[in-house]
């Protein structure tokens, strides 16, 4: 890793020409081989030009996105498992010129290993090799919302796959290895990063997991408690009402760190109790309604998580300022005001298809005891197989890489709190954690780039800076929409108000949440 990095710095600017590495092959299927790997066998190799390839393409983890122009040698590795009757692509975009010695894994997410053109299309266009893989199944948006046509590939194994055909054409078209090897992704692609760090240790010398969805098989099941919550209630109240109850709890929460901005950016210090201001008014689309109990009950849900009577099953919940009516409390209704549960496909199909196995299934049917013997089959069946749940990081901390995690801490998806357990638990083992490994909560900030809080856009270029210069991101630079910026302060250290003016960054500050009152911060002031 240091004669690696020293070679950068001394010869290998931000882009160079790819012809400062060697002659570049042509592009066609006779130039590149496949590698050899255990258990494997080739299907086929295609490769051709695209020239003008043009299409709308952002970072995961980013919302710095745009249309992007590139051209590129579009290489496919198609393979199989003996035995398996599988059949699985890895994608290798290779930039025709300005290659800058780097290669770029991109993950996928939800039910998806990759999102092709989405997160490849930019990462060329700044240099990079790109690589992803389909891990047998249809890549891309639609399929992350459902497993019903699922590889289980996607665990693990075609990760590292992955790695070694993408270094492996790269060498063959380049004349030379990628210096530097990364992966970045989101959701279910910041647990096929963690999932690297664990199992393929030398894969990769930095990953960006931003919004791991590292206990799947615990957290997609168990997210669907408040809708079986609602089912046993009967009562369905309208997608007004549960965000009128997520404003009350922003309203009561947002300046516990010192200024007002629509932000809970102290999550754990909220204490707002839903069932307070039952009967009391709000408005639905300009009607004076009142929040029911029922109401109170199924947002509590959303928000507590659920646990089992012997506390060995279950999940924690959202943070109070998450979105809760696109994927936790879904609800439609007529226009006589009559209203349903609506189809959850992220959490419910997680049941349907792999758990009670019955693409028939329906969960209004649901039992409490049925809901956590499920919970507990889920964990039995899947853990081993999609859990990216293992603190144990040293072998690869000892290869030298870098990791960097964040999570939005209004994620509508996935609950910020399993997050912050994993790296507890990364802490517990080796406490010099931080060495190789970082974490930052985003307040305010929903799934992979959502909500309204500042976002880490640049972390990965942070990531890059820290593997190969050693320049360690004590903080991650966050922009908020209109501009402003702010910095995301490393786990435990939590984002605090310290006085002035609320736009600029050095009117926030870092402290361990033990350390919070409401009061230190002087008077309250207001964002807008």
């Known amino acids: 890793m240091v004669l690696k990095e020293l070679v950068l710095v001394l010869c290998l600017p931000l882009f160079v020409s790819s012809a400062s590495f060697s002659t570049q092959k042509i592009c066609s299927p006779s130039s590149f081989a496949f590698p050899e790997i255990f258990g494997t066998t080739s299907l086929g190799i295609s490769a051709n030009y695209l020239y003008n390839f043009t299409a709308f393409s952002l970072s995961p983890g980013s919302n710095d996105s745009g249309v992007f122009t590139i051209d590129f040698c579009n290489v496919t590795i198609t393979y199989t498992h003996f035995g398996w009757n599988d059949t699985i692509n890895v994608n ?29 299309t930019q990462a060329v266009s700044k240099g990079y090799v790109a690589i992803d893989t389909d891990a047998g199944h249809v890549p891309g948006a639609l399929s992350a919302q459902s497993p019903e046509d699922w590889a289980l590939d996607w665990g693990s194994r075609s990760l590292h796959e992955m790695a070694v055909i993408g270094k492996t054409v790269t060498e063959s078209y380049y004349g030379t290895k990628p210096l530097y090897s990364y992966f970045s992704g989101c959701s279910g ?28 098989e615990k957290f997609i099941p168990a997210g669907y408690w408040a809708t079986f919550v609602m089912n046993k209630l009967g009562v369905y109240p309208q997608p007004c009402e549960i965000e009128a109850f997520t404003q009350a709890a922003i309203d009561a929460c947002d300046s516990l760190d010192g200024v007002e901005d629509r932000i809970i950016s102290l999550p754990r210090l909220c204490n707002f109790d839903p069932h307070s201001i039952v009967n009391k008014d709000f408005s639905c689309n300009g009607t004076i309604r009142k929040y029911s109990e029922a109401g109170a009950s199924i947002v509590q849900a959303a928000w507590t998580g659920s646990q089992s009577t012997d506390a060995r099953v279950g999940w924690s919940g959202l943070s109070k300022d998450a ?30 298809y792999l758990v009670v196995k019955d693409p028939g299934w329906d969960g209004r049917t649901l ?38 995690v964040w999570h939005g801490l209004a994620d509508e998806a996935i609950p910020p709190n399993g997050t912050v357990d994993f790296y507890q638990r990364v802490l517990k083992i080796d406490p010099a954690a931080d060495r190789f490994f970082r974490f930052y909560e985003a307040p305010g900030v929903g799934h992979c780039f959502g909500g309204i809080g500042p976002i880490p856009s640049g972390a990965f270029d942070q990531l890059i800076h820290w593997v190969e210069e050693g320049l360690v991101p004590e903080t991650l630079t966050a922009t908020g929409a209109t501009g402003y910026t702010r910095k995301l302060c490393s786990y435990p250290l939590q984002q605090v108000y310290l006085g002035g003016d609320p736009t600029a960054v050095a009117s926030f500050g870092c402290s361990l949440t033990e350390n919070l009152t409401t009061n230190v911060h002087g008077p309250r002031r207001n964002a807008n």
């Open 92 to 120: 290798v975009w290779l930039p025709l010129s300005s290659w800058n010695g780097r290669l770029q894994a991109l993950g996928g997410g939800g039910y998806s290993a990759g999102f092709g053109s989405l997160y490849s």
């Open 189 to 216: 692609g910041g647990r096929q990063g963690l999932m690297i760090a664990e199992r393929y240790a030398e894969d990769f010398d930095g990953i960006l997991a931003v919004a791991p969805a590292i206990n799947i």
């Open 323 to 352: 979105s809760l009516t696109s994927i936790y409390i879904p609800t439609q209704c007529s226009t006589n005001g009559t209203c349903w549960a609506a189809p959850s496909s992220l959490l419910e199909s997680w049941l349907k």
């Open 367 to 404: 039992t409490e005891k049925e809901f956590f013997t499920y919970l507990r089959q889920s964990e039995q069946e899947y853990g081993s197989m999609l859990s990216a749940a293992d603190p144990d990081l040293s072998q690869f901390r000892d290869t030298g890489g870098k990791i960097i």
